[in-house]
């Protein structure tokens, strides 16, 4: 029993020797139309990448994921596919490391597999094993009355063991080995258990170790996958950017597709055409490239220019030229220089308005404020004329008509502006030296100081568009405090906009005025169709003067045309009135007052 109880213990030892495990990084290859949880992976990490992306977290790879990860890739250096390759997992993180190969080595005091020293061990037990066997034998035929006479049988040689890269593997025991002492990033190694049986090795494989290369030592690739000739794809497999192997495909009957021509469009700037073939060969057929066998390309001489009252005009510019030298009414036309012609026939570089110097011009009113409204007149003018007018705000118009010529004018934001007319359509010749000034002051409302909504009772219904402003009151008498109420959005940023124009000439209000979001609560609202937390910003703005409003936001001075809130302020009631002129009628009482006391010496 203690014979077989120490067979069992060296089985034991056997069975609890180590495990040698290697690790591969293992990277998803993704494209559109795939579904999983790869894709979810892929998906919540362009959610992070990009803030309007989580609605599309769906765990299917169509167009919206193909879009963004084109998108990403461009962002990050890598070829637009579309798809995620080695390449692409990598850059994004999705790549996976996980257990490939496990080796059993034999326990022994040195925990060295495969040595000489396992193999004498194992050799002196197993004949140790047999020698007891023999003699138990013997004892039972002895306790049987019989004597074995059958002698011991010869003791065979010891099996021949093997060399693998100067390493000696005994007969009965293994080696790990590989197919290549390195793959590249994204690849697993690829083992195989090799056996030595008397002397022979079994298996094929040369190589003692396997690393995987790191991401950071890779060639840069310009490519994840190759289109060969089937139309199938193959990915990279190398360390050095290498792809696989296109699948081989049987050998076709092949019958060459006639020659082609194709006649082409000499460059830009050139006249004549290009001539050129093709040829196809088997196998496939395969059409070989285009050949060019004619090119009568040619670049023409420049275009001449043309010669207008001692000017040169280049070929393909215009001049202004008037029918007259002096005119009541300037009349011109644009004469187009075409390679040396020159189209129309007025023949006079300038036009003096003539017949209308004792004009007056004049505008009403001449000042208030924005935004205002002024009509300009032009009188004491000779038969039908035409004009033009510069508002000084960057904008003209014109006056048509007999006798008094009139024309209105907004002018939306305070400022002073030169206003002038001219001969024929403006700018052109001035019509006499006479120019009005302007004057717009600002709307005189005052606004608030921004601070963050509490109440979303306080908010009007409908307000659940992103950045969309509301108010309340919308309309009433002057002077008139207006509530606003604005969204920006959810991560506080500046957004789309960076300032808020009342439409009264006062002046705008700053988004960088208002307070970060991190500081306001967050608000249920019904918001594009469901129900969202967002923080709300709010002020007020009063509008000293009757008139109608549009408040928008602007970016870089520039206003939005949608979205927008109109205010209607109507003019004071009679009783706001009259306690308006009641406050005239003292203060200029009291003026009185001080000048006469002043003028008694008290």
């Keep these: 029993m203690l014979k077989k109880l120490a067979f069992a213990t060296a089985g034991i030892a056997l069975l609890a020797s180590p495990l040698l495990t290697s690790a591969a990084t293992v990277c998803p290859s993704l494209s559109r139309g795939m579904r999983g949880a790869e894709v979810t992976r892929l998906q919540q990490f362009l959610a992070t990448q990009y803030t309007d992306f989580g609605r599309y977290v769906t765990g299917f790879y169509g167009p919206k994921t193909e879009a963004a990860v084109k998108q990403w890739q461009g962002e990050h250096g890598i070829e637009k596919l579309g798809f995620v390759g080695p390449k692409t997992a990598a850059a994004m993180g999705l790549c996976k490391t996980t257990a490939d190969t496990q080796v059993r080595v034999p326990a022994t005091d040195t925990q060295t597999a495969g040595t000489d020293t396992s193999k004498s061990a194992l050799e002196t037990l197993i004949q140790t094993l047999l020698q007891q066997i023999r003699d138990l034998q013997d004892q039972m035929a002895k306790l049987r009355g019989e004597q074995n006479t059958t002698p011991p049988p010869t003791t065979p040689p010891p099996a021949a063991s093997c060399t693998w890269n100067g390493q000696t593997i005994a007969s009965g025991t293994s080696v790990t080995a ?95 055409t290009i001539i050129q073939t093709r040829t196809s060969s088997c196998p496939g057929p395969t059409w070989s490239g285009w050949t060019t066998t004619t090119n009568t390309c040619t670049t023409p001489p420049p275009p001449a220019s043309c010669t207008f009252n001692g000017q040169t005009i280049p070929s393909g510019t215009s001049v202004t030229a008037y029918q007259s030298a002096t005119a009541t009414q300037c009349v011109s036309e644009q004469r187009t220089c075409n390679n040396g012609t020159l189209s129309g026939s007025y023949t006079n570089s300038s036009c003096t308005v003539s017949g209308g110097t004792n004009a007056t011009f004049s505008a009403s009113p001449g000042s208030g404020n924005a935004p205002l409204g002024v009509t300009f007149s032009v009188t004491g003018l000779i038969g039908t004329t035409q004009m033009g007018i510069n508002f000084g705000d960057g904008t003209t118009g014109s006056l048509t008509g007999t006798g008094t010529l009139t024309v209105t004018h907004t002018y ?120 969202t937390q967002i923080p709300v910003h709010t002020f007020t703005h009063t509008y000293a003067s009757p008139g109608t409003y549009i408040e928008r936001l602007t970016y870089n001075g520039v206003p939005f045309a949608d979205p927008a809130v109109t205010v209607t302020v109507t003019g004071p009631t009679s009783d706001a009135q009259r306690n308006s002129n009641l406050a005239s009628a003292l203060t200029a009482l009291e003026s009185a007052l001080q000048a006469i006391q002043k003028f008694l010496g008290l």
Excluded at 510 to 531: D, E, I, K
Aim: glycine fraction near 12%; charge should be neutral; hydrophobic fraction near 30%.
């Design 412 to 531: 939306s934001t305070a400022g002073t502006y030169s206003v002038a007319i001219y001969g024929g359509v403006a700018p052109g010749t001035l019509f006499n030296t006479t120019t009005l000034t302007v004057t717009v002051s600002g709307g005189g409302g005052t606004t608030s100081a921004v601070t963050c909504e509490t109440n979303v009772a306080n908010v009007p219904s409908g307000f659940g568009s992103y950045g969309y402003p509301m108010a309340a009151p919308m309309s009433g008498s002057a002077p008139l405090t207006v509530r606003f109420w604005v969204f920006v959005n959810m991560a506080g940023t500046v957004g789309w906009f960076d300032a808020v124009n009342f439409g009264d000439g006062s002046p705008s209000l700053a988004r960088s005025t208002f307070p970060p979001h991190t500081q306001c609560p967050y608000l249920f609202f019904p918001l594009n169709g469901g129900s």
């Design 178 to 272: 590989y197919q290549a002492s390195s793959v590249a990033y994204g690849n697993q190694c690829v083992a195989e258990t090799r056996t030595c049986t008397n002397g022979t090795l079994s298996g094929s494989n040369q190589y003692a170790s396997c690393s995987i290369q790191n991401s950071t030592n890779l060639p840069a690739c310009t490519q994840e996958a190759k289109l060969c000739s089937d139309g199938t794809a193959v990915g990279r497999t190398g360390p050095n950017c290498e792809f696989a192997a296109c699948p081989s495909t049987p050998p076709l009957t092949c019958t060459p597709n006639a020659p082609q021509t194709q006649t082409l469009s000499c460059p830009t700037g050139q006249t004549g």
